[in-house]
Antibody, heavy 124, light 108 residues
Framework: QVQLVQSGAEVKKPGSSVKVSCKAS????????ISWVRQAPGQGLEWMGR????????NYAQKFQGRVTITADKSTSTAYMELSSLRSEDTAVYYC?????????????????WGQGTMVTVSS | EIVLTQSPGTLSLSPGERATLSCRAS???????LAWYQQKPGQAPRLLIY???SRATGIPDRFSGSGSGTDFTLTISRLEPEDFAVYYC?????????FGQGTRLEIK
């Protein structure tokens, strides 16, 4: 049974960076798109970006361009989301999610499998 | 960027009733690449519907999706107590894969 297991909660100072990991266990990883989605307290879901690990190609929501970097390590089946220049508004739960099928399958869809979420708190 | 607008913001219904949730896109969603999620407090979202009308694995048949172009609907035919939650739509036909702001389904 494939699972996505995320790293633990983080508390960061304004202006610093955070790197959240998402490890896939029990199945293949590299040819599935991994997306990152965040949710501020009491707010809705916000798509941040995604990566296709086998291609090393990532794309990002315009809002986060220049501040977010999504990477993947195929050897450990782990995806990473790094957010820099943190501010209080970045306080949120950050989720990774995997597509249903290989990146080249047009019948695939996102959100098939989710990590448990990582709480990131930005506070001075 | 495609903006998704969900309505109503909050829906108050009783168990056994029918729920109809709307998701309207600012431009056409290609190939009906529209998904619906359910989220309960403290939990990750759960995929209900993909491709506008296909139920995800294990989703009860009281959940159904319809629509195309810019107008989409999630219908819950007979509400069960466990269905009271927040529902989001997401388009994945173009980047960024935007979400709607959510509809809260509460017990009346």
């Amino acid at each position: 049974q494939v699972q996505l297991v995320q790293s633990g909660a983080e508390v960061k100072k304004p202006g610093s960076s955070v790197k959240v990991s998402c490890k896939a266990s029990g199945g293949t990883f590299s040819s599935y798109t991994i997306s990152w989605v965040r949710q501020a307290p009491g707010q809705g879901l916000e798509w941040m970006g995604r990566i296709i690990p086998i291609l090393g190609i990532a794309n990002y929501a315009q809002k986060f361009q220049g501040r977010v970097t999504i990477t993947a390590d195929k050897s450990t089946s782990t995806a990473y989301m790094e957010l820099s220049s943190l501010r209080s508004e970045d306080t949120a739960v950050y989720y990774c999610a995997r597509d249903s099928s290989h990146y080249y399958d047009s019948s695939g869809y996102p959100g098939h499998l989710w990590g448990q979420g990582t709480m990131v708190t930005v506070s001075s | 960027e495609i903006v998704l607008t969900q309505s109503p913001g909050t829906l108050s219904l009783s168990p056994g009733e029918r729920a109809t949730l709307s998701c309207r896109a600012s431009q056409s969603v290609s190939s009906s690449y529209l998904a619906w999620y359910q989220q309960k407090p403290g939990q990750a979202p759960r995929l209900l519907i993909y491709g506008a009308s296909s139920r995800a694995t294990g989703i009860p048949d009281r959940f159904s999706g319809s629509g195309s172009g810019t107008d989409f609907t999630l219908t819950i035919s007979r509400l069960e107590p466990e269905d009271f939650a927040v529902y989001y739509c997401q388009q994945y036909g173009s980047s960024p894969n935007t979400f709607g702001q959510g509809t809260r389904l509460e017990i009346k």
